[in-house]
């Protein structure tokens, strides 16, 4: 299956699931996250302020601001290039993609800052390659990215694909099997 065909349909299904399971998909993940090693371990993660149909990162972020983490949200500019800034709720716009992102104030933070990163996307293989928006953001950061990466995906986000040439893998997935 092609990319494009992937994302249509994965894109469908994620935009087809109710609410409240959502809600208990992304906080049962985020439960499993939380307990992780990586996670307590760290004194900084990334992760991404998630749109309606995508795994709900709120749970998240509200977790780590209370365990004093800091918190780092991506900000993306054009030719597909994205950094990385400490997230500040008060400095959020809605970016030419409709996501909230850091707005002119916030200045990008080296990646090694970055412990580790919360990485989102439509589809994932067994090699943790991804299929995300089209955009390439995140395999460009990911380049010279030196921390452990995850992603938080249900089951049908597994998904058999060939990666291309440029396509970075995420080191780890948490993957929920009750969602249907």
């Known amino acids: 299956m092609d990319k494009i065909t992937i994302r249509q349909q994965v894109l469908a299904r994620l935009k087809a699931m109710p609410s409240s399971q959502r809600a208990s998909w992304s906080q049962g993940l985020t439960e499993r996250l939380l307990d992780s090693a990586l996670y307590k371990g760290s004194k900084s993660l990334g992760t991404y302020l998630s749109m309606d149909h995508e795994f709900d990162t709120s749970y998240l ?23 990385f800034v400490e997230y500040r709720p008060d400095d959020l716009v809605k970016s030419r993609f409709g996501v909230w992102e850091p707005g002119t104030y916030s200045q990008p933070v080296d990646k090694s800052v970055v412990n580790w990163l919360h990485v989102p996307g439509l589809a994932w293989n067994q090699a943790g390659f991804r299929v995300g928006y089209g955009g390439g953001f995140y ?13 938080t995906l249900a089951d049908f986000q597994l998904v058999d694909f060939m990666p291309e040439a440029f ?10 099997k009750t969602v249907i």
Not at 167 to 176: N, S
């Open 61 to 83: 972020i509200e977790q780590a601001q209370r365990d004093g983490k800091q918190i780092f949200i991506p900000k993306t500019y054009s030719q597909g290039r994205m950094n």
């Open 139 to 151: 395999d460009r950061y990911l380049m010279g990215f030196k921390g452990q990466t995850v992603s």
């Open 167 to 176: 396509d970075q893998p995420v080191k780890e997935l948490l993957i929920d």
